[in-house]
Protein backbone atom coordinates (compact mmCIF):
# COMPACT_ATOMS: atom_id res chain seq x y z
CA UNK A 1 0.00 0.00 0.00
CA UNK A 2 1.51 3.26 -1.08
CA UNK A 3 2.85 4.82 2.20
CA UNK A 4 2.85 2.24 4.37
CA UNK A 5 6.09 1.38 6.32
CA UNK A 6 8.32 -1.46 6.20
CA UNK A 7 7.36 -3.87 8.93
CA UNK A 8 10.17 -4.78 11.26
CA UNK A 9 12.21 -8.58 10.88
CA UNK A 10 9.40 -9.97 13.39
CA UNK A 11 6.59 -9.03 11.29
CA UNK A 12 5.35 -5.86 13.62
CA UNK A 13 5.47 -2.18 12.36
CA UNK A 14 8.81 -0.27 12.27
CA UNK A 15 9.35 1.74 15.50
CA UNK A 16 9.79 5.32 14.40
CA UNK A 17 10.68 6.89 17.30
CA UNK A 18 7.46 7.58 18.55
CA UNK A 19 5.90 9.41 16.06
CA UNK A 20 3.23 6.42 14.51
CA UNK A 21 -0.03 6.29 15.59
CA UNK A 22 -0.15 4.78 19.63
CA UNK A 23 3.63 6.13 19.90
CA UNK A 24 4.47 8.33 23.23
CA UNK A 25 5.34 11.25 21.31
CA UNK A 26 2.03 10.91 19.13
CA UNK A 27 -0.16 10.31 22.10
CA UNK A 28 1.52 13.55 23.88
CA UNK A 29 0.94 15.50 20.58
CA UNK A 30 -2.97 14.86 20.12
CA UNK A 31 -3.24 15.18 23.73
CA UNK A 32 -1.84 18.89 23.96
CA UNK A 33 -3.35 19.39 20.06
CA UNK A 34 -6.96 18.20 21.81
CA UNK A 35 -6.43 20.38 24.77
CA UNK A 36 -5.17 23.76 23.08
CA UNK A 37 -6.48 23.36 19.89
CA UNK A 38 -9.23 21.02 19.52
CA UNK A 39 -12.64 22.45 19.42
CA UNK A 40 -15.99 21.03 19.86
CA UNK A 41 -19.53 21.62 17.74
CA UNK A 42 -21.00 25.03 17.86
CA UNK A 43 -24.95 24.56 19.60
CA UNK A 44 -26.25 28.32 18.89
CA UNK A 45 -23.47 29.59 20.86
CA UNK A 46 -23.88 33.30 19.24
CA UNK A 47 -27.25 33.27 20.78
CA UNK A 48 -25.87 32.55 24.46
CA UNK A 49 -22.83 35.26 23.82
CA UNK A 50 -25.04 38.29 22.78
CA UNK A 51 -27.11 37.40 26.12
CA UNK A 52 -24.56 37.70 29.03
CA UNK A 53 -22.41 40.35 26.97
CA UNK A 54 -25.84 42.65 26.88
CA UNK A 55 -25.64 41.61 30.73
CA UNK A 56 -22.94 42.91 31.46
CA UNK A 57 -22.67 45.64 29.14
CA UNK A 58 -25.92 47.77 29.55
CA UNK A 59 -25.08 48.08 33.66
CA UNK A 60 -21.58 49.13 33.23
CA UNK A 61 -22.05 51.40 30.94
CA UNK A 62 -25.22 52.89 33.03
CA UNK A 63 -22.82 53.42 36.21
CA UNK A 64 -20.16 54.62 34.11
CA UNK A 65 -22.31 57.07 32.77
CA UNK A 66 -23.37 58.06 36.45
CA UNK A 67 -19.82 58.02 37.30
CA UNK A 68 -20.49 55.32 40.15
CA UNK A 69 -18.21 52.97 39.23
CA UNK A 70 -18.13 52.01 42.85
CA UNK A 71 -21.16 49.80 42.50
CA UNK A 72 -19.51 48.06 38.90
CA UNK A 73 -18.47 44.97 40.83
CA UNK A 74 -22.31 44.40 42.63
CA UNK A 75 -23.62 44.97 38.48
CA UNK A 76 -21.00 42.51 37.61
CA UNK A 77 -21.45 39.63 39.71
CA UNK A 78 -25.40 39.69 39.37
CA UNK A 79 -25.03 39.87 35.23
CA UNK A 80 -23.90 36.17 35.92
CA UNK A 81 -27.62 35.49 35.95
CA UNK A 82 -27.32 35.86 32.11
CA UNK A 83 -24.67 32.64 31.29
CA UNK A 84 -27.52 30.13 33.15
CA UNK A 85 -30.09 28.24 30.95
CA UNK A 86 -27.40 28.70 27.81
CA UNK A 87 -29.79 26.74 25.67
CA UNK A 88 -33.00 25.82 27.08
CA UNK A 89 -36.33 26.86 26.29
CA UNK A 90 -37.60 30.22 27.63
CA UNK A 91 -39.78 28.72 30.12
CA UNK A 92 -37.15 26.66 31.64
CA UNK A 93 -34.65 29.34 31.20
CA UNK A 94 -36.33 31.99 32.77
CA UNK A 95 -37.16 29.55 36.13
CA UNK A 96 -32.87 28.56 35.79
CA UNK A 97 -31.98 32.18 35.48
CA UNK A 98 -34.22 33.10 38.71
CA UNK A 99 -32.90 30.71 40.56
CA UNK A 100 -29.38 31.36 39.56
CA UNK A 101 -29.81 34.89 40.30
CA UNK A 102 -31.76 35.06 43.20
CA UNK A 103 -28.48 32.41 44.74
CA UNK A 104 -26.23 35.22 43.43
CA UNK A 105 -28.21 37.95 44.96
CA UNK A 106 -28.04 35.98 48.24
CA UNK A 107 -24.38 35.47 47.95
CA UNK A 108 -23.27 39.37 46.89
CA UNK A 109 -25.74 40.73 50.09
CA UNK A 110 -23.95 37.96 52.48
CA UNK A 111 -20.96 39.37 51.40
CA UNK A 112 -21.15 43.14 51.87
CA UNK A 113 -22.46 42.25 55.05
CA UNK A 114 -19.81 40.24 56.13
CA UNK A 115 -17.85 43.04 55.04
CA UNK A 116 -19.76 45.62 56.90
CA UNK A 117 -19.79 43.94 60.34
CA UNK A 118 -15.57 43.01 59.97
CA UNK A 119 -13.34 45.06 61.97
CA UNK A 120 -11.49 47.23 59.33
CA UNK A 121 -14.78 47.37 56.80
CA UNK A 122 -14.07 43.55 55.16
CA UNK A 123 -13.01 40.49 55.88
CA UNK A 124 -8.85 39.41 55.84
CA UNK A 125 -7.02 36.81 54.13
CA UNK A 126 -8.11 34.18 56.74
CA UNK A 127 -11.66 35.37 56.80
CA UNK A 128 -12.05 35.17 53.07
CA UNK A 129 -10.84 31.65 52.99
CA UNK A 130 -13.15 30.46 55.84
CA UNK A 131 -16.25 32.46 54.62
CA UNK A 132 -15.65 31.41 51.26
CA UNK A 133 -14.78 27.93 51.93
CA UNK A 134 -18.69 27.77 53.31
CA UNK A 135 -19.78 29.76 50.51
CA UNK A 136 -18.39 27.28 47.77
CA UNK A 137 -19.87 24.32 49.51
CA UNK A 138 -22.88 25.25 50.19
CA UNK A 139 -23.71 26.57 46.89
CA UNK A 140 -22.21 23.44 44.94
CA UNK A 141 -25.12 21.69 46.92
CA UNK A 142 -28.06 24.05 46.01
CA UNK A 143 -26.34 24.59 42.57
CA UNK A 144 -25.97 20.63 42.46
CA UNK A 145 -29.73 19.77 44.42
CA UNK A 146 -31.42 22.60 41.17
CA UNK A 147 -29.49 20.90 38.24
CA UNK A 148 -28.10 24.32 37.21
CA UNK A 149 -25.53 24.47 34.50
CA UNK A 150 -22.87 25.62 34.92
CA UNK A 151 -22.15 23.01 37.35
CA UNK A 152 -20.44 24.10 40.62
CA UNK A 153 -19.89 27.45 42.75
CA UNK A 154 -16.76 29.19 40.70
CA UNK A 155 -19.05 32.29 40.44
CA UNK A 156 -19.80 32.14 44.04
CA UNK A 157 -16.68 31.87 45.20
CA UNK A 158 -15.40 34.18 43.30
CA UNK A 159 -18.48 37.09 44.23
CA UNK A 160 -18.60 36.20 47.95
CA UNK A 161 -14.96 36.64 48.00
CA UNK A 162 -14.57 39.70 46.04
CA UNK A 163 -17.33 41.69 47.31
CA UNK A 164 -16.22 40.58 51.09
CA UNK A 165 -12.70 41.71 50.60
CA UNK A 166 -13.47 45.32 48.92
CA UNK A 167 -12.21 47.99 51.37
CA UNK A 168 -14.86 50.83 50.48
CA UNK A 169 -18.23 49.64 50.80
CA UNK A 170 -20.93 51.67 48.80
CA UNK A 171 -23.98 52.57 50.55
CA UNK A 172 -26.12 48.86 51.04
CA UNK A 173 -29.35 50.71 49.34
CA UNK A 174 -26.99 51.27 46.50
CA UNK A 175 -25.65 48.14 45.93
CA UNK A 176 -28.40 45.84 46.34
CA UNK A 177 -30.50 48.39 43.87
CA UNK A 178 -27.55 47.78 41.06
CA UNK A 179 -27.33 43.98 41.90
CA UNK A 180 -31.44 43.68 41.39
CA UNK A 181 -31.64 45.94 38.60
CA UNK A 182 -29.15 43.91 36.88
CA UNK A 183 -30.66 40.74 37.58
CA UNK A 184 -34.26 41.91 36.41
CA UNK A 185 -32.39 42.85 33.32
CA UNK A 186 -30.76 39.63 32.71
CA UNK A 187 -34.21 38.29 32.91
CA UNK A 188 -35.59 40.79 30.47
CA UNK A 189 -32.97 39.81 28.36
CA UNK A 190 -33.05 35.68 28.41
CA UNK A 191 -37.11 35.85 27.57
CA UNK A 192 -36.27 38.78 24.82
CA UNK A 193 -35.99 36.47 21.95
CA UNK A 194 -39.29 35.65 22.40
CA UNK A 195 -40.52 39.00 20.29
CA UNK A 196 -39.41 36.94 17.12
CA UNK A 197 -42.09 34.19 16.09
CA UNK A 198 -39.89 32.00 14.60
CA UNK A 199 -37.66 31.67 18.19
CA UNK A 200 -40.76 31.65 20.17
CA UNK A 201 -41.56 28.80 22.92
CA UNK A 202 -44.58 28.32 25.64
CA UNK A 203 -44.49 30.28 28.42
CA UNK A 204 -47.32 29.40 30.45
CA UNK A 205 -47.98 29.66 33.77
CA UNK A 206 -49.14 25.70 34.43
CA UNK A 207 -45.81 24.63 32.31
CA UNK A 208 -43.67 27.28 35.08
CA UNK A 209 -44.25 25.30 37.98
CA UNK A 210 -43.81 22.11 36.29
CA UNK A 211 -39.86 23.60 35.61
CA UNK A 212 -39.53 24.91 38.56
CA UNK A 213 -40.33 21.33 40.33
CA UNK A 214 -37.23 19.43 40.74
CA UNK A 215 -36.70 15.69 41.89
CA UNK A 216 -33.20 14.42 42.36
CA UNK A 217 -33.06 10.16 42.94
CA UNK A 218 -31.54 8.32 45.37
CA UNK A 219 -28.07 8.45 43.55
CA UNK A 220 -27.96 11.72 41.97
CA UNK A 221 -28.43 13.18 46.16
CA UNK A 222 -25.49 10.82 46.52
CA UNK A 223 -23.26 11.56 43.55
CA UNK A 224 -24.17 15.35 44.99
CA UNK A 225 -22.97 14.86 48.61
CA UNK A 226 -20.06 12.99 47.60
CA UNK A 227 -18.93 15.59 44.76
CA UNK A 228 -19.36 18.58 47.46
CA UNK A 229 -16.73 17.54 49.69
CA UNK A 230 -14.61 18.21 46.72
CA UNK A 231 -16.13 21.81 47.02
CA UNK A 232 -15.06 21.90 50.90
CA UNK A 233 -11.41 20.39 50.15
CA UNK A 234 -10.40 22.03 47.76
CA UNK A 235 -11.07 25.75 47.99
CA UNK A 236 -9.99 25.71 52.09
CA UNK A 237 -6.51 23.93 50.68
CA UNK A 238 -6.00 25.63 47.86
CA UNK A 239 -7.08 28.98 49.80
CA UNK A 240 -4.53 28.70 53.18
CA UNK A 241 -1.87 27.76 50.70
CA UNK A 242 -2.28 30.93 48.60
CA UNK A 243 -2.56 33.12 51.43
CA UNK A 244 0.76 31.17 53.73
CA UNK A 245 2.27 32.05 50.48
CA UNK A 246 1.64 34.85 49.61
CA UNK A 247 2.33 36.84 53.22
CA UNK A 248 5.77 34.76 52.77
CA UNK A 249 6.31 35.91 48.94
CA UNK A 250 4.15 38.92 48.98
CA UNK A 251 0.95 38.39 46.87
CA UNK A 252 -2.76 39.01 47.20
CA UNK A 253 -5.66 37.85 45.51
CA UNK A 254 -5.48 34.80 47.63
CA UNK A 255 -9.63 34.24 46.19
CA UNK A 256 -8.23 33.72 42.52
CA UNK A 257 -6.21 30.40 44.18
CA UNK A 258 -9.89 29.13 45.91
CA UNK A 259 -11.66 29.82 42.08
CA UNK A 260 -9.05 27.73 40.16
CA UNK A 261 -9.00 24.59 42.57
CA UNK A 262 -12.88 24.07 41.57
CA UNK A 263 -12.42 24.60 37.98
CA UNK A 264 -11.15 20.36 38.36
CA UNK A 265 -14.15 19.53 40.02
CA UNK A 266 -16.61 19.94 37.10
CA UNK A 267 -16.11 17.24 34.11
CA UNK A 268 -17.75 13.73 32.80
CA UNK A 269 -14.31 11.92 33.48
CA UNK A 270 -10.84 12.56 35.23
CA UNK A 271 -9.13 12.93 32.29
CA UNK A 272 -11.54 15.70 31.68
CA UNK A 273 -11.52 17.26 34.88
CA UNK A 274 -7.39 17.43 34.87
CA UNK A 275 -7.26 18.66 31.44
CA UNK A 276 -9.91 21.61 32.65
CA UNK A 277 -7.02 22.31 34.91
CA UNK A 278 -3.64 22.72 32.97
CA UNK A 279 -6.38 24.81 30.16
CA UNK A 280 -7.13 27.21 33.29
CA UNK A 281 -3.30 27.64 33.89
CA UNK A 282 -2.26 27.90 30.11
CA UNK A 283 -5.49 29.92 29.29
CA UNK A 284 -4.62 32.40 31.87
CA UNK A 285 -0.83 32.91 30.77
CA UNK A 286 -2.33 33.57 27.28
CA UNK A 287 -5.10 36.20 28.59
CA UNK A 288 -2.39 38.08 30.90
CA UNK A 289 -0.54 38.57 27.74
CA UNK A 290 -3.55 39.81 25.92
CA UNK A 291 -4.55 41.82 29.07
CA UNK A 292 -0.73 43.17 29.47
CA UNK A 293 -1.18 44.62 25.86
CA UNK A 294 -4.52 46.14 26.95
CA UNK A 295 -3.26 47.75 29.79
CA UNK A 296 -0.36 49.50 28.52
CA UNK A 297 -2.84 51.32 26.05
CA UNK A 298 -4.84 52.65 29.12
CA UNK A 299 -7.91 52.93 28.33
CA UNK A 300 -10.90 55.27 29.57
CA UNK A 301 -13.60 53.48 31.11
CA UNK A 302 -15.91 53.34 29.03
CA UNK A 303 -13.43 51.83 26.51
CA UNK A 304 -12.92 49.03 29.22
CA UNK A 305 -17.05 48.52 29.27
CA UNK A 306 -16.46 47.86 25.74
CA UNK A 307 -13.69 45.16 26.20
CA UNK A 308 -15.43 44.23 29.28
CA UNK A 309 -18.38 43.42 27.02
CA UNK A 310 -16.11 41.96 24.58
CA UNK A 311 -14.62 39.17 26.49
CA UNK A 312 -17.35 38.14 28.00
CA UNK A 313 -18.88 37.49 24.32
CA UNK A 314 -15.30 35.80 23.26
CA UNK A 315 -15.73 34.01 26.70
CA UNK A 316 -19.28 32.45 26.13
CA UNK A 317 -18.51 31.34 22.37
CA UNK A 318 -15.93 29.30 23.66
CA UNK A 319 -16.91 28.25 26.93
CA UNK A 320 -18.70 25.07 26.15
CA UNK A 321 -16.35 24.23 23.19
CA UNK A 322 -12.85 24.73 24.16
CA UNK A 323 -11.61 25.79 27.58
CA UNK A 324 -8.51 26.95 27.37
CA UNK A 325 -9.31 29.65 24.75
CA UNK A 326 -12.22 30.83 26.79
CA UNK A 327 -9.83 31.28 29.67
CA UNK A 328 -7.63 33.46 27.25
CA UNK A 329 -10.64 35.73 27.59
CA UNK A 330 -12.02 35.22 30.89
CA UNK A 331 -8.68 36.27 32.59
CA UNK A 332 -8.72 40.07 30.91
CA UNK A 333 -12.24 39.93 31.72
CA UNK A 334 -12.18 39.63 35.81
CA UNK A 335 -8.86 42.02 35.58
CA UNK A 336 -10.29 44.73 33.38
CA UNK A 337 -13.47 44.49 36.28
CA UNK A 338 -10.73 44.79 38.86
CA UNK A 339 -9.25 47.80 37.25
CA UNK A 340 -12.21 49.46 36.57
CA UNK A 341 -13.31 49.92 39.90
CA UNK A 342 -9.90 49.81 42.00
CA UNK A 343 -6.82 51.77 40.87
CA UNK A 344 -4.25 49.45 41.26
CA UNK A 345 -1.11 48.19 39.86
CA UNK A 346 -1.68 46.33 36.46
CA UNK A 347 2.10 44.60 36.98
CA UNK A 348 0.87 43.33 40.69
CA UNK A 349 -2.37 42.38 39.08
CA UNK A 350 -0.68 39.81 36.52
CA UNK A 351 2.02 38.42 38.68
CA UNK A 352 -0.85 37.47 41.54
CA UNK A 353 -3.26 36.38 38.83
CA UNK A 354 -0.81 33.68 37.87
CA UNK A 355 0.40 32.72 40.44
CA UNK A 356 -2.62 32.36 42.35
CA UNK A 357 -4.29 30.03 39.12
CA UNK A 358 -1.60 27.92 39.18
CA UNK A 359 -1.84 26.80 42.87
CA UNK A 360 -5.20 26.33 42.62
CA UNK A 361 -5.51 24.72 39.72
CA UNK A 362 -2.47 22.29 40.87
CA UNK A 363 -4.27 21.10 44.43
CA UNK A 364 -7.75 21.01 42.33
CA UNK A 365 -6.13 18.37 39.77
CA UNK A 366 -4.91 16.71 43.03
CA UNK A 367 -7.94 16.78 45.08
CA UNK A 368 -9.57 14.79 41.60
CA UNK A 369 -6.97 12.37 41.76
CA UNK A 370 -6.86 11.76 45.05
CA UNK A 371 -9.37 8.93 45.55
CA UNK A 372 -8.32 6.98 42.40
CA UNK A 373 -4.40 7.03 44.25
CA UNK A 374 -5.83 5.97 47.57
CA UNK A 375 -7.78 3.33 45.83
CA UNK A 376 -4.48 2.08 44.39
CA UNK A 377 -2.36 2.13 47.27
CA UNK A 378 -5.14 0.22 48.95
CA UNK A 379 -4.84 -2.83 46.56
CA UNK A 380 -0.93 -2.55 46.72
CA UNK A 381 -0.78 -4.46 49.83
CA UNK A 382 -3.62 -7.09 48.58
CA UNK A 383 -1.51 -7.77 45.37
CA UNK A 384 1.57 -8.26 46.87
CA UNK A 385 0.00 -10.52 49.63
CA UNK A 386 -1.47 -12.36 46.87
CA UNK A 387 2.17 -12.56 44.81
CA UNK A 388 3.38 -13.90 48.39
CA UNK A 389 1.20 -16.35 48.69
CA UNK A 390 1.65 -17.43 44.71
CA UNK A 391 4.94 -17.86 45.75
CA UNK A 392 4.69 -20.37 48.27
CA UNK A 393 2.63 -22.49 46.59
Known amino acids: MTGARAPGASGAPAYDGGTRQGGPLAVVGRFLGELLLGIGPA ?68 ATLTARFSAGGALGPWGIVVGTTIVAWLCSVIVGHWRLRPAGSLFHIFAFAAVASLPHQPPLRDAVLAAVATFALCLAIGIASRVHPGRRTPLGWPGMRAA ?32 AVGHTLGFGHNYWAMV ?55 AEMLIARQYFLAQVCVTPLALLSTLLVAHTDPGALLHDRFIDTAIG ?33
Not at 224 to 232: A, D
Not at 275 to 304: D, F, H, K, N
Not at 362 to 385: K, N
Request: glycine share 10%.
Open 43 to 110: KNDHHAAIRAAAGVFLPLLTLTLLNRLDLAIFASFAAFTGIYGRNEPHRVRLVTQTRAGLLMLGVILA
Open 260 to 314: AAVVPLVGHSTRHRVSRGLQRVLGTVVGLALLAGIAALQPAPWAMVVLIAACQFG
Open 212 to 243: WRVRLGAEERRVLWLESIGYLVAPAIAGAAAT
Open 361 to 393: AAIGVAVVLAPSLYRRARRLPRLSDFAGRSGEG
